[in-house]
C-alpha cells in the first residue's frame, strides 16, 4: 500500500468514523424494522391484525427520538397513519424538533444540557396520560433511545426536579457509570424501571430500542422504562452512598427519599399489557459498518467493541495512543476502530473548565504520543455518535499529526487543560474539534485510529 499524506490519513478516519454513525441512522434503522402488507403490521418479529388495532399511541424519547418517530411514520405510510389515527409525543432534545406528519415532538432540555428539566417533566407527565388512557385494543408503540433518561423525567414523590437536578450532576462529576447512575434514577421516577409499562392500559406495547449501553442491558437503556427493573432503592441507596460518603446538604431529600423506600419495601407494580421490547440498533452494528468502510479504503483494520463499561477517559486515550505507536512499528492492522463509553471524574466547578468525555480521551492520547516522540504518520479521533459530547457542540476530537507537530516540546499546555477537563478550549483554536451537530442517533462512542507503518509493509 503507498504512503498515505498526512491529508488522507485525516480524511480516511473522518470517513471511517462517519460510516460507523450512519450505520446507526435512527430513521432508516426504525423504517427497516417496521412494514404494513397484506392487512399486517410487523414490528420486528412481531406481526398485528390491523383490522384488530383501533388507534396506534406512539410514546417514547431519546437523542435518537425525532429520526424514529420519522422512520416510524414512513413505514406505516398515509393510510395508516389516517386509519389507526396515529398519535403522540416524544421528548426529544430541542435541537432534534422538527414538524411530523401525526407525532409530535416535545422539546425536553435545551441542546447540549444532558439533565432533567421542567419541560421535560411536562411532557412525560403528557406521555404517562396517553398511555393510561389507552383502550384495550389500542396498540402502544414506544420508541426508546440514549439520552432517555434525562429526557423523561417523572419525579417520584417526595422528590423535587431541583433534587433529581442534583443527584444527576453529582453522580456524573463523580464518575458513576451509566448502570450506576441509572440504576439511582430508576428508583426515583414513576416512569423509569417499568413504569411506562406499568401505566399503560393497552393489551400490547412494543418498544424499538436503539442502545446507548454496552452489552445492551434493556433495564439500563433510558432507565428501561418498559422493562422491570433488577434494581431496586436499597441499590440506589448503596450507591449514592459510596459516592456522596459525607452526605452532602443538596443531597439530603435523595438520601432521606431512597431510606423511606428502603423501609416500605417499595417496588413498581408489574405491567398489565404484553411487552416486546426491540433492540434495533447498538454500538456493536457501528463499529462493524465502519471496519467494512475501513477495508474498503485499503486498511488492515481490527475491531472491538466494548460490552461493559470502560473505565476513565483518559486511561482509554492512553491505552488507544500505545496502540497506535506499535501498529506504526509492527506488522499487522493499520487501522483500529473500537466503541465504548468511558467516565471522567470532573475536577472541581471552581477549576473545571469546558469539554467532554471524548474530547478528555483524545487529549490524554495526544499526550501519550507526544511522550513516545510522535509527531506524524497517526490519526486519532474520538466522537460520540450523538453528536454531543458533555455540555458542548462538539461529538469530540481528532489528533493528527500537524496537532501533534505544533504541540512537540509544550507539554505543560496539555497537561493542564487535562487536569482541568479543559479539552474543548484547547482543540477549539486548533480547528480539532469534531463538529457534527445533532445526528439523530445514540449508540455510544466511536474511536479511529489509522497510522503510516515506520517501516514498511512486512
Given at each position: ?48 391484525a390491523l383490522e384488530s388495532v383501533r388507534r396506534i399511541i406512539v410514546v417514547g424519547g431519546g437523542k435518537a427520538g425525532a429520526g424514529m418517530a420519522a422512520g416510524l411514520e414512513d413505514a406505516l405510510g ?190 413498581k407494580p408489574s405491567p398489565k399489557c404484553a411487552v416486546t421490547n426491540l433492540v434495533i440498533g447498538n454500538n456493536a452494528v457501528a463499529v462493524d459498518a465502519a471496519g467494512v468502510v475501513a477495508e474498503r ?162
Amino acid at each position: 500500500m503507498p504512503r498515505r499524506t498526512a491529508a488522507q490519513l485525516r480524511d480516511d478516519a473522518l470517513k471511517i468514523w462517519r460510516a460507523a454513525v450512519d450505520a446507526v441512522d435512527s430513521r432508516r434503522l426504525t423504517a427497516a424494522n417496521v412494514s404494513v402488507a397484506g392487512g399486517e403490521l410487523r414490528v420486528g418479529d412481531e406481526s398485528f391484525a390491523l383490522e384488530s388495532v383501533r388507534r396506534i399511541i406512539v410514546v417514547g424519547g431519546g437523542k435518537a427520538g425525532a429520526g424514529m418517530a420519522a422512520g416510524l411514520e414512513d413505514a406505516l405510510g398515509p393510510k395508516v397513519l389516517d386509519e389507526k389515527q396515529v398519535s403522540g409525543l416524544l421528548n426529544v432534545p430541542a435541537d432534534c424538533v422538527t414538524k411530523l406528519r401525526r407525532i409530535e415532538l416535545h422539546a425536553a432540555r435545551p441542546a447540549g444540557k444532558n439533565e432533567p428539566t421542567a419541560v421535560g417533566v411536562e411532557g412525560t407527565k403528557r406521555i404517562l396520560d396517553l398511555v393510561a388512557q389507552a383502550e384495550p385494543d389500542d396498540l402502544v408503540v414506544c420508541l426508546i433511545s440514549g439520552g432517555g433518561s434525562a429526557l423523561l423525567p417523572a419525579p417520584i414523590e417526595g422528590v423535587s426536579l431541583a433534587d433529581k437536578q442534583a443527584v444527576t450532576r453529582f453522580l456524573s462529576a463523580a464518575g458513576a457509570d451509566i448502570t450506576e447512575l441509572n440504576t439511582v434514577r430508576k428508583a426515583l421516577s414513576r416512569i423509569k424501571g417499568g413504569g411506562l409499562a406499568s401505566a399503560c392500559r393497552a393489551r400490547r406495547l412494543v418498544a424499538l430500542i436503539i442502545s446507548d449501553v454496552l452489552g445492551d442491558p434493556l433495564d439500563v437503556i433510558a432507565s428501561g422504562p418498559t422493562v422491570p427493573t433488577t434494581t431496586g432503592p436499597a441499590d440506589a441507596l448503596a450507591i449514592l452512598r459510596r459516592f456522596d460518603v459525607d452526605t452532602r446538604a443538596e443531597l439530603r431529600p435523595i438520601h432521606a427519599a431512597l431510606e423511606r423506600l428502603v423501609r416500605e419495601g417499595a417496588t413498581k407494580p408489574s405491567p398489565k399489557c404484553a411487552v416486546t421490547n426491540l433492540v434495533i440498533g447498538n454500538n456493536a452494528v457501528a463499529v462493524d459498518a465502519a471496519g467494512v468502510v475501513a477495508e474498503r479504503l485499503g486498511y488492515s483494520h481490527a475491531m472491538v467493541s466494548a460490552t461493559k463499561p470502560e473505565g476513565a477517559a483518559e486511561d482509554v486515550g492512553r491505552h488507544l495512543a500505545a496502540m497506535a505507536v506499535s501498529m506504526q512499528q509492527s506488522a499487522g492492522p493499520d487501522c483500529l476502530i473500537s466503541g465504548g463509553e468511558p467516565t471522567v471524574r470532573l475536577a472541581p466547578e471552581g477549576e473545571r473548565g469546558k469539554g467532554g468525555r471524548n474530547q478528555q480521551l483524545a487529549l490524554a492520547a495526544m499526550q501519550s504520543l507526544l511522550s513516545a516522540g510522535v509527531t506524524s504518520d497517526v490519526v486519532l479521533l474520538s466522537g460520540g455518535t450523538d453528536g454531543e459530547d458533555g455540555p458542548t457542540d462538539a461529538a469530540g476530537a481528532v489528533v493528527d499529526g500537524a496537532l501533534l507537530s505544533a504541540f512537540a516540546g509544550r507539554s505543560e499546555a496539555l497537561a493542564d487543560s487535562l487536569r482541568r477537563n479543559d479539552a474543548y478550549r484547547f482543540f477549539q483554536p486548533q480547528g480539532a474539534l469534531l463538529q457534527t451537530g445533532p445526528t439523530h442517533t445514540n449508540v455510544c462512542d466511536v474511536r479511529v485510529v489509522v497510522v503510516n507503518r515506520l517501516r514498511g509493509e512486512a
